[in-house]
C-alpha cells in the first residue's frame, strides 16, 4: 500500500523546468533514501510534498488522499514530520520547550502527558540531561539530533529528513543510522542525502533524481551498478 | 512549589500590593493609578500581539478607540446605562479588531505595521469626519449621573480606583493563564521561529488571527473603561501617539511578560507627568527613551530581570 | 468662479502640492530603496527644512531673494549632514534592522519635533518669498465668435508657485542624471541592488549609506525650503508630508523612483483636487485607505514587482 504517491508531478520557474512529470510511489513502512547531483531537483520536490512549495502541474496523494491543494500545515497535521536542510529549531527556547511544542499537538490529555512524551523522546535522541539548556546554546549536531527529536514528537506516519547527516560527526552519523534503524519499524522515512555512505547502510530503496526527473529506482545494490547513475554523479561519496 | 502555582501568587502579590496602595498613596496619586491601571490594560492587550506573538502594530488606537466610541456612542446616542454600552463597546472593538485582523494579516513585517498605521489614521480622521455624532477633537462629557454600574458611582475616586483595580486583575489573571495555555506556548513559538511553527502542523494565521482579535478587544475593553471611569471620550485617544504609547509602554517594561506592561505604563506615566510640568516638549523623553530602548535594552526592565535573575519569570 | 476654472485653480494648487511631495518623496524611496528601511522620522527632515529656511531668512535683513538663496543651499545641507549624524550613532548600530528602525526612528521623530517646540516655538512663522507677483490666468470659452480666451476674475496664481514647479523638475531630472550618469549613482544601485557583493569590490557601504541617508534627508529639506513662503513654518509640518510620502512611496511601488514621480503627480493632483472640492480630511481619509488596500491587494505597489 502506497503512502505517499506523486502522478506527472511538476515544477516550472519562469522558463525553468525544476521537476518534470515525476511519477513517484512510496509504500507504508520503506525507507526510501533519494539521492541525485546538486541542482537535480530533490529539494523542490520535496517541497512539493511538504506543501512549502506549490506546484505547478501534478497531483500528490497521501494515503489515498488528494493533499496537492493542502496547506504545509494541513499536511504536517495528518501525520508527516519534517525536518530543514539548514536545522531550524527554536534557537531562544529550551530544549525540553521544543520538544513539547512538536508533541503537544498531537498528544491528547494534559501537561503531564505532554511531559511523558517530551522524556520518551529525550532519552531516544540522547539529549536528556541538556532538558533545561537553550537550543541555540547546543552544538550543531546535538541541534540536528533536536531537530529529529521534534519530528519524533509527533510520531508521523511519514518522517521526511533533508540533508539529516550533513554537518555530523561520524560517531553522531552511526548514532543516526541507528535511529533511522529503530524508527523504520511503524514510520515510513523519506531521506534526501549526499552522504552514499548513510544511504547505502539505511535506504532500503533508492530513488535518483538528474535535471529534475527521474533516473533510476532500485535497491541499493542496483544502483550501485548502475553506470546511468555512476556517469550523473562521477565518484561521489 | 509547580510552576503555575508559582505564578499565581506572584500575579496575586502584585495585585495585593495595588490593592494596599490605594490606602497608602494621596488621592492624587491614587487616581493616576486608576488611570495607569487602565492603560496597563491597554499595555497587556498590545503585549500579547507584540510581546508574545511578535506583530508588532503601529495601529492599536483604532481599537482602544473603538471600545471607547463603542461604549461612549451607545451611551449618548442610544441613551444606553453603563453595563450594556460596556458590552457595546466590547463587542466593537471586537469586530474591528477582526476586520482589520483579516485584512493586515495578508501582510507582513514591515508592511504591516504600515497597514495598521494606516487603517488606525483613517479611523481617527473618520471620528473626525463624522463630528456631528462623535465631536471630534473636542469629544464629550460622559455625565456623571450616568457613570454608575450597579448601583455603584464609579465617579467618587474610591469607587472608581478599585472598579480600575478588579478590571486590571481580571484581564492580568486572564493574561497570565493564556499564556501559559497550548495556544499561548503556540503564540510564542510562532513569534521565535514562524516556518518552523508551520511545519510542526501549526496553522499560523489561524493563531495570529485570534491573537490580533484577541487583543483587540482588551485595548477595546480598556478604552471604555476609561471612558466609563473618567467620563470622556474624544479623538485624541484614536490619533497615533496613542499607538505608540502601547509600544513604548511594553518595550520599557518588558515585551513578552506578565508584568512589564504595568511596570512600563507606571515608569512612562510617572515620567511624562514630571517632564510636563517643566515643558510641554514632554514627548522628547518618550522619543529619547524609545531610541534608548532599540538601541541598549530591546527587553525592556522585566525582561532584564528575567534574562539575569529569575528566569521562570511569565 | 465656474467649474472651469476652479477646477483648474484646483489643479495648479495640486500640482504644487505634487512637485513638492515628489521631492520629499523620491528621498524616503531612495533611502528605502537602497537602504531597505522605513524611516518614520522622515517628516521632521522636511519640517527642519522650513524651520532653517525661516531662521536663515529672518538673520538675512536685506532682499528676501538673497536670504531664500541661502536658506536654499545651506538648510538641505544642514539637514543631510544631520541625518547622517543620526545613521551613524543609530541607524548602523542596530544593523539596520527593518523593524528596529522604525521604532527608532518613531524615537527620533520626537526628538527632533519636540526640540524644535522647545527652541523654535508652537507657533507657525511665515517666510517671505524671493519673488512674488500676480498673474492672471486664461481661460477659454466657446462663445460667438467660437475659441476664445477670457480672464476670469479670481483665476490668478503667482510667479513663485509656478517657480515652485519648475524647480521641483529641474532638482528631479539633475537627481535622474546622477542616479544613471554618473559613478556616484553607479555606486548607490550597485549597493542597492547587492550590498554584499558591492562590499566585496571595494564600495565602502556604511559610508554609501549615510550618503544615502543624508541625500533622503537633504531632498525632503529641500521641498520645505521651496514650500515654506507658500505655506508658513510650523515645528508640526512634518506630519502630513510624511503621511503622504509613504502613500506615493507605496503606491508607487517601494525602490521605484520613477513609480514615486507618477504616484506624487497622481496624488498630488487628487489629493488637491478633493482637498478643495470636498474636505482636506475626505481626502486624506482616501488616500489613507488607498495605502492600506494597495499593500493588502497589491503590496509591490503600482510599478513594482513582485515578490516570488
Not at chain 1, 187 to 208: F, K, Q
Not at chain 2, 124 to 144: H, M, N, P, S, W
Request: proline share 3%; hydrophobic share 50%.
Amino acid at each position: 500500500m502506497n503512502l505517499l504517491s506523486t502522478t506527472g508531478l511538476s515544477k516550472n520557474y519562469a522558463g525553468l523546468q525544476a521537476v518534470s512529470d515525476v511519477n513517484f510511489d512510496l509504500p507504508a513502512g520503506q525507507v526510501r533514501a533519494l539521492i541525485g547531483p546538486n541542482g537535480a531537483g530533490k529539494t523542490t520536490f520535496v517541497g512539493m510534498l511538504s506543501g512549502r512549495i506549490e506546484s505547478s502541474q501534478g497531483t500528490v496523494l497521501f494515503d489515498n488522499t488528494d493533499i496537492t491543494r493542502l496547506p504545509a500545515h494541513k499536511r504536517m497535521s495528518m501525520g508527516m514530520a519534517y525536518t530543514f536542510q539548514i536545522t531550524s529549531v527554536f534557537s531562544k527556547l529550551s530544549v525540553h520547550e521544543n520538544i513539547a511544542l512538536a508533541a503537544r499537538r498531537v498528544v491528547k490529555g494534559g501537561k503531564s502527558d505532554v511531559d511523558t512524551r517530551v522524556s520518551e523522546v529525550l532519552n531516544k535522541v540522547n539529549l536528556t540531561d541538556r532538558y533545561d539548556q537553550i537550543a541555540g546554546d547546543l552544538s550543531y549536531g546535538h541541534q540536528r539530533l533536536l531537530e529529529i527529536g521534534m519530528g519524533l514528537a509527533q510520531k508521523p506516519r511519514l518522517f521526511i529528513l533533508d540533508e539529516p547527516t550533513q554537518g555530523l560527526a561520524e560517531s553522531e552519523i552511526d548514532d543516526f543510522i541507528a535511529l533511522i534503524a529503530e524508527l523504520s519499524t511503524g514510520t515510513t522515512i523519506l531521506l534526501i542525502e549526499h552522504n552514499m555512505d548513510v544511504v547505502m547502510r539505511t535506504a532500503h530503496y533508492i530513488t535518483v533524481l538528474n535535471f529534475g526527473e527521474i533516473l533510476a529506482e532500485g535497491t541499493p545494490d542496483e544502483i550501485r551498478a548502475n553506470e546511468a547513475v555512476q556517469s550523473a554523479y562521477l565518484g561521489k561519496s | 512549589m509547580s510552576g503555575t502555582t508559582r505564578n499565581l501568587i506572584l500575579h496575586l502579590f502584585v495585585l495585593a500590593m495595588l490593592t494596599a496602595l490605594y490606602f497608602i498613596v494621596s488621592e492624587y496619586h491614587s487616581g493616576n493609578l486608576a488611570r495607569i491601571m487602565v492603560m496597563a490594560v491597554y499595555a497587556m492587550g498590545y503585549n500579547l500581539l507584540f510581546g508574545y506573538t511578535g506583530l508588532l502594530s503601529l495601529g492599536h488606537a483604532l481599537f482602544f478607540a473603538s471600545g471607547m466610541y463603542g461604549f461612549g456612542l451607545a451611551m449618548e446616542h442610544l441613551g444606553a446605562s453603563a453595563a450594556p454600552a460596556m458590552l457595546i463597546g466590547l463587542i466593537s472593538a471586537l469586530i474591528v479588531s477582526a476586520v482589520i485582523g483579516f485584512l493586515a494579516l495578508r501582510t507582513s513585517g514591515v508592511a504591516f505595521m504600515i497597514v495598521t498605521l494606516m487603517f488606525a489614521q483613517a479611523g481617527y480622521l473618520t471620528i473626525l469626519l463624522a463630528g456631528t455624532y462623535t465631536r471630534g477633537d473636542e469629544g464629550f462629557v460622559i455625565k456623571q449621573a450616568d457613570r454608575v454600574l450597579g448601583g455603584i458611582d464609579l465617579s467618587q475616586s474610591d469607587n472608581r480606583y478599585f472598579a480600575a483595580l478588579i478590571l486590571f486583575g481580571i484581564c492580568f489573571l486572564f493574561i497570565g493563564w493564556l499564556v501559559q495555555t497550548r495556544f499561548g506556548k503556540t503564540l510564542v513559538a510562532i513569534r521565535e521561529n514562524p516556518e518552523r511553527a508551520r511545519m510542526l502542523g501549526y496553522d499560523i494565521q489561524r493563531h495570529k488571527l485570534l491573537a490580533i482579535i484577541i487583543s483587540g478587544t482588551l485595548s477595546g475593553v480598556a478604552g471604555a473603561a476609561y471612558a466609563l471611569l473618567f467620563g470622556y471620550a474624544g479623538a485624541t485617544f484614536a490619533m497615533v501617539e496613542y499607538s505608540i504609547y502601547p509600544l513604548l509602554w511594553v518595550l520599557l517594561g518588558g515585551a513578552g511578560t506578565t508584568i512589564g506592561p504595568l511596570i512600563g505604563t507606571i515608569f512612562m506615566t510617572y515620567l511624562i507627568n514630571i517632564t510636563s510640568e517643566f515643558t510641554s516638549a514632554y514627548m522628547l523623553v518618550a522619543g529619547l527613551i524609545l531610541i534608548l530602548l532599540t538601541l541598549f535594552a530591546p527587553h525592556g526592565l522585566a525582561g532584564v530581570l528575567r534574562k539575569k535573575l529569575l528566569p521562570w519569570l511569565p | 468662479m465656474d467649474f472651469g476654472p476652479y477646477l483648474f485653480i484646483a489643479s495648479l494648487e495640486g500640482a504644487i502640492t505634487a512637485a513638492v511631495l515628489a521631492l520629499t518623496a523620491v528621498g524616503l524611496s531612495i533611502v528605502f530603496g537602497i537602504m531597505r528601511v522605513v524611516n518614520v522620522a522622515h517628516g521632521e527632515f522636511f519640517m527642519l527644512g522650513a524651520v532653517i529656511a525661516w531662521w536663515i531668512t529672518s538673520m538675512v535683513s536685506s532682499h528676501p531673494a538673497l536670504g531664500f538663496v541661502a536658506a536654499l543651499i545651506i538648510a538641505p545641507i544642514v539637514v543631510g549632514v544631520l541625518a547622517m549624524v543620526c545613521d551613524y550613532l543609530v541607524l548602523r548600530r542596530i544593523n539596520y534592522d527593518p523593524e528596529r528602525t522604525i521604532v527608532a526612528t518613531i524615537g527620533l521623530l520626537y526628538v527632533l519635533q519636540q526640540t524644535t517646540l522647545m527652541t523654535f516655538g508652537p507657533e507657525a512663522r511665515p517666510v517671505e518669498p524671493p519673488f512674488n507677483t500676480r498673474i492672471a490666468l486664461p481661460w477659454f470659452e466657446f462663445g460667438e465668435n467660437g475659441f476664445a480666451l477670457t480672464w476670469p476674475w479670481g483665476l490668478s496664481t503667482t510667479t513663485y508657485k509656478l517657480a515652485v514647479i519648475g524647480a521641483a523638475v529641474f532638482i528631479l531630472l539633475v537627481l535622474w542624471v546622477i542616479m544613471s550618469r554618473t559613478r556616484m549613482g553607479l555606486i548607490m544601485r550597485a549597493t542597492q541592488l547587492d550590498s554584499e557583493m558591492a562590499q566585496a569590490h571595494g564600495i565602502p557601504v556604511n559610508k554609501v549609506y549615510a550618503l544615502i541617508f543624508g541625500l533622503g534627508a537633504g531632498l525632503a529639506a529641500l521641498g520645505a525650503v521651496l514650500v515654506v513662503p507658500i505655506q508658513q513654518a510650523h515645528y508640526l509640518m512634518g506630519g502630513d508630508p510624511l503621511l503622504l510620502s509613504f502613500i506615493v512611496v507605496i503606491i508607487g511601488g517601494l525602490g521605484s523612483v520613477a513609480g514615486t514621480i507618477v504616484a506624487a503627480i497622481l496624488i498630488g493632483m487628487s489629493n488637491g483636487i478633493i482637498s478643495v472640492f470636498f474636505t482636506p480630511t475626505l481626502a486624506k481619509i482616501i488616500a489613507t485607505l488607498l495605502v492600506a488596500f494597495v499593500l493588502v491587494f497589491r503590496p509591490q505597489g503600482l510599478f513594482g514587482k513582485p515578490e516570488r
